[in-house]
């Protein structure tokens, strides 16, 4: 048996993940995967419950399950709260207290939406890069940090970038192991010509690499990075980076394909499951978007590429996963869009029929 904490949150979250989870418990009986669903709740919904927007049942749940499958949080109705019990805090709680310390973005442009993207059709045609960024160091939680006052009366801040030999090693082998599952290529971003903090992270990359000789290791200067993924995106397999360096290249990543809908994401810790993997939470890279909140009109995709994701990363089940994966991909050249990614000429579809589309579009596929 596999537990699965199903978090829809706010917004669109509940109704995209309610398709994803329709879809899980397909692949679920066509392949005996044992799946078990508990649904709790987190982010605003939590709030206006218990006064917290991750009541400790719902982070009970999570530590006791195999897998976190997260819509979205946050809204409007909360945004006058205090920031101590915002609905975005129970991502951050969420995160540290599972320990998740690697975040995974896959960007592909597929070909059905390559009009989506604002580059052109030759540079982004066929792209497939996945980013792993390091998710719990660097600037965002060195010490020491803050704004000071100097005696002059201006004023001071301050941040610190740190990382350890331990935080490198295990965020490079999560991304060797990744680049291992897929092309096996991996540029590992850092400024080590200016940052001796980076200058260790090549060092300890570099070493890591000793270990996974059969995958091909680059070293990219950050700023040629950020050039690099507008240039020519093709050329990058998996690239690993800090905290900071991945935030905004992860961004600049998933822009490369156009559509917000579309993108899963992945956040794995060192904690592993019975069955010897990651337990990682998987939600798509979306907000809650209260503007198409409860009109059955937002994109299932990006959560149910996530649940592909944990199928693959933490629930041992690459077949499932890719049946997924081919689904999204037949039912987008069979024309169904819905209304983010629609274009003339193609058949506009609400969530729940994507939703069931797509689950339909498994059970049809051979094993
Ligand atoms: P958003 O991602 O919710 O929406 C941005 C735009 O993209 C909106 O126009 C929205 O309609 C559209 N969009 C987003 N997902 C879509 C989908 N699946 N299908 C179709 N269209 C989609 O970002 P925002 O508007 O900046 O934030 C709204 C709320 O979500 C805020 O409270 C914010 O704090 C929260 N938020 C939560 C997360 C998270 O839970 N991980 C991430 C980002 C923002």
Same mark, same amino acid.
């Given at each position: 048996?596999?537990?699965?904490? *199903?978090?829809?949150?706010?917004?669109?979250?509940?109704?995209?993940?309610?398709?994803?989870?329709?879809?899980?418990?397909? @692949?679920?009986?066509?392949?005996?995967?044992?799946?078990?669903?508990?649904?709790?709740?987190?982010?605003?919904?939590?709030?206006?419950?218990?006064?917290?927007?991750?009541?400790?049942?719902?982070? &009970?749940?999570? &530590?006791?399950?195999?897998?976190?499958?997260?819509?979205?949080?946050?809204?409007?109705?909360?945004?006058?709260?205090?920031?101590?019990?915002?609905?975005?805090?129970?991502?951050?709680?969420?995160?540290?207290?599972?320990?998740?310390?690697?975040?995974?973005?896959?960007?592909?442009?597929?070909?059905?939406?390559?009009?989506?993207?604002?580059?052109?059709? =030759?540079?982004?045609? $066929?792209?497939? /890069?996945?980013?792993?960024? =390091?998710?719990?160091?660097?600037?965002?939680?060195?010490?020491?940090?803050?704004? =000071?006052?100097?005696?002059?009366?201006?004023?001071?801040?301050?941040?610190?970038? @740190?990382?350890?030999?331990?935080?490198?090693?295990?965020?490079?082998? *999560?991304?060797?192991?990744?680049?291992?599952?897929?092309? &096996?290529?991996?540029?590992?971003?850092?400024?080590?010509?200016?940052?001796?903090?980076?200058?260790?992270?090549?060092?300890?990359?570099?070493?890591?690499?000793?270990?996974?000789?059969?995958?091909?290791?680059?070293?990219?200067? *950050?700023?040629?990075?950020?050039?690099?993924?507008?240039?020519?995106?093709?050329?990058?397999?998996?690239?690993?980076?800090?905290?900071?360096?991945?935030?905004?290249?992860?961004?600049?990543?998933?822009?490369?394909?156009?559509?917000?809908?579309?993108?899963?994401?992945?956040?794995?810790?060192?904690?592993?499951?019975?069955?010897?993997?990651? /337990?990682?939470?998987?939600?798509?890279?979306?907000?809650?978007?209260?503007?198409?909140?409860?009109?059955?009109?937002?994109?299932? /995709?990006?959560?149910?590429?996530?649940?592909?994701?944990?199928?693959?990363?933490?629930?041992?089940?690459?077949?499932?996963?890719?049946?997924?994966?081919?689904?999204?991909?037949?039912?987008?050249?069979? $024309?169904?869009?819905?209304?983010?990614?629609?274009?003339?000429?193609?058949?506009?579809?609400?969530?729940?029929?994507?939703?069931?589309? /797509?689950?339909? =579009?498994?059970?049809?596929?051979?094993?």
């Amino acid at each position: 048996m596999k537990k699965i904490a *199903v978090f829809p949150g706010d917004g669109i979250g509940k109704e995209v993940v309610r398709e994803t989870v329709e879809v899980l418990k397909i @692949v679920d009986k066509k392949y005996k995967l044992s799946l078990e669903f508990e649904e709790a709740l987190v982010g605003g919904s939590a709030y206006d419950e218990y006064k917290t927007p991750l009541p400790d049942s719902s982070l &009970k749940l999570a &530590k006791d399950s195999d897998a976190v499958l997260l819509g979205a949080v946050g809204g409007p109705k909360w945004d006058g709260l205090d920031y101590s019990v915002r609905p975005e805090r129970a991502l951050l709680g969420l995160r540290s207290e599972l320990g998740l310390f690697a975040n995974l973005r896959p960007a592909i442009v597929y070909p059905a939406l390559v009009q989506a993207s604002t580059l052109k059709k =030759e540079i982004v045609e $066929g792209v497939d /890069i996945m980013v792993v960024r =390091e998710l719990t160091g660097d600037v965002y939680f060195g010490k020491p940090r803050g704004v =000071e006052k100097l005696s002059d009366g201006s004023e001071k801040g301050i941040n610190t970038m @740190v990382y350890t030999t331990p935080e490198i090693e295990r965020i490079a082998k *999560v991304a060797f192991d990744v680049a291992r599952k897929r092309n &096996k290529k991996l540029t590992s971003v850092d400024k080590a010509n200016v940052l001796e903090c980076t200058e260790l992270w090549r060092k300890v990359v570099t070493k890591v690499h000793k270990d996974y000789s059969d995958v091909e290791l680059n070293h990219m200067y *950050v700023d040629n990075c950020s050039m690099q993924l507008i240039r020519y995106p093709k050329q990058f397999d998996v690239i690993v980076t800090t905290n900071l360096f991945g935030d905004i290249l992860s961004d600049e990543a998933a822009m490369l394909t156009g559509s917000i809908g579309m993108l899963p994401s992945a956040s794995l810790g060192s904690r592993l499951s019975s069955s010897g993997s990651p /337990i990682g939470m998987y939600e798509p890279i979306h907000g809650s978007a209260p503007d198409i909140a409860g009109k059955d009109i937002a994109n299932p /995709i990006a959560t149910i590429l996530s649940a592909s994701m944990m199928l693959k990363y933490s629930l041992n089940s690459e077949k499932a996963s890719s049946d997924i994966d081919n689904a999204v991909l037949n039912i987008l050249n069979k $024309g169904y869009r819905t209304k983010d990614i629609y274009e003339d000429g193609k058949k506009l579809v609400g969530t729940k029929e994507m939703g069931r589309l /797509i689950g339909e =579009e498994i059970l049809n596929e051979k094993r």
